[in-house]
């Protein structure tokens, strides 16, 4: 029989490519992933305070679950001196080098333009742009629940909350911590102050605590700083406080603690950069994402209470978002309408604003 190439050819085609492409799955390495090697700097103060302590223990755990080489560069200043420590740590292979503190922005960024075969995480919000990326947790979250259970325990109607620096992140917390306050106590009023992070002592927070309960009548202090001081303060003169560590021991003052799975944090940023998958420039890791919850730990707290915060937490893991929904500033400017939410850029870098109740306190 005489063979008819012409239709064959279709055939023949088709072996060719599945032979072509066998050869090629079977010689073709698969790229592994990259091994990661995570470097942190820490600041020359403070280093050793509950924030810091926390973060970094979730870091190493996350590190040595994933069999990630974990370095460390200490005491460095925020400045162009400490390039030093980048390089040391790129030195040591380090290809993702993150900080757990507000600042090294223009370090990062240096940083970034001098090794771009590794990626730079910072928290502050507007520092992010080709290796240098930005990633936070969603505090805000915790300081609505804090603000419900204070609302709730509140006698006098005047709540205290002391802060660092007036950024947008923290008054977005401050705002939060307000909004939780009078989503139960909407006659409740919160005081607020602003310390400086860099130079602010305990010291100082805690006479300034002194001043709002001998003055203002404040019966609940709330805080956002690297420990618990005020929260101390408030127990030790037989106020409500409101934690945000675990190095204060239970006590029916101490109203409820703050908690955050660092490592479940440090774990998402490693399994991306380690899968070369393009990396987010932008995270902002929710109650979910971030395993957050507050611990109610006093016994001073009913049941009623710990229902009402419970079910704010649910509402939270659902997907409910407190900046949404009617609210007002300080001055009663409309800033947020029924049907809208305040997005994730104008919260974490453009927010300067008080909402309703909270006043400022010099």
Not at 121 to 140: K, L
Not at 309 to 316: H, N, P
Request: hydrophobic residues 40%; proline residues 5%.
């Amino acid at each position: 029989m005489k063979w008819n190439w012409k239709r064959s050819l279709p055939h023949l085609i088709l072996l060719a490519a599945l032979l072509a492409y066998a050869h090629l799955f079977f010689t073709t390495e698969v790229e592994p992933q990259r091994p990661v090697r995570i470097g942190i700097i820490l600041p020359d103060q403070q280093a050793s305070e509950p924030w810091y302590r926390i973060a970094c223990q979730g870091l190493t755990d996350a590190a040595n679950a994933m069999g990630a080489e974990y370095l460390i560069e200490q005491d460095v200043p925020d400045s162009p001196t400490g390039m030093e420590a980048i390089d040391r740590l790129h030195a040591k292979g380090a290809n993702l080098i993150v900080t757990a503190t507000y600042g090294y922005g223009g370090l990062f960024q240096a940083a970034g333009q001098k090794y771009p075969d590794t990626n730079f995480y910072t928290i502050i919000p507007s520092n992010y742009a080709g290796n240098v990326r930005t990633y936070f947790v969603r505090i805000y979250q915790l300081r609505y629940l804090q603000g419900i259970l204070a609302g709730l325990k509140t006698q006098t109607g005047y709540i205290g909350f002391i802060s660092y620096d007036r950024t947008p992140d923290n008054v977005q917390e401050l705002d939060a911590f307000a909004l939780g306050v009078r989503h139960v106590n909407p006659t409740a009023h919160v005081l607020a102050a602003f310390q400086p992070l860099l130079g602010g002592t305990d010291e100082d927070a805690r006479r300034l605590a002194g001043r709002m309960i001998r003055d203002a009548h404040v019966d609940v202090l709330a805080s956002h700083r690297v420990n618990d001081a005020v929260a101390a303060y408030a127990v030790k003169n037989g106020i409500y406080g409101l934690a945000c560590y675990d190095e204060l021991p239970d006590d029916p003052h101490l109203l409820a603690r703050t908690v955050i799975d660092w490592q479940k944090v440090w774990s998402t940023l490693i399994k991306d950069n380690a899968r070369k998958s393009n990396p987010r420039a932008f995270y902002w890791f929710d109650v979910n994402e971030a395993a957050m919850t507050l611990t109610i730990t006093s016994p001073a707290v009913t049941a009623g209470e710990r229902a009402r915060v419970a079910q704010a937490e649910e509402a939270l893991k659902n997907g409910f978002e407190p900046f949404s929904g009617d609210i007002r500033d300080n001055e009663g400017h409309v800033r947020c309408r029924a049907g809208e939410y305040i997005d994730d850029i104008t919260l974490r870098q453009e927010m300067d604003w008080l909402v309703e109740g909270v006043s400022l306190y010099e």
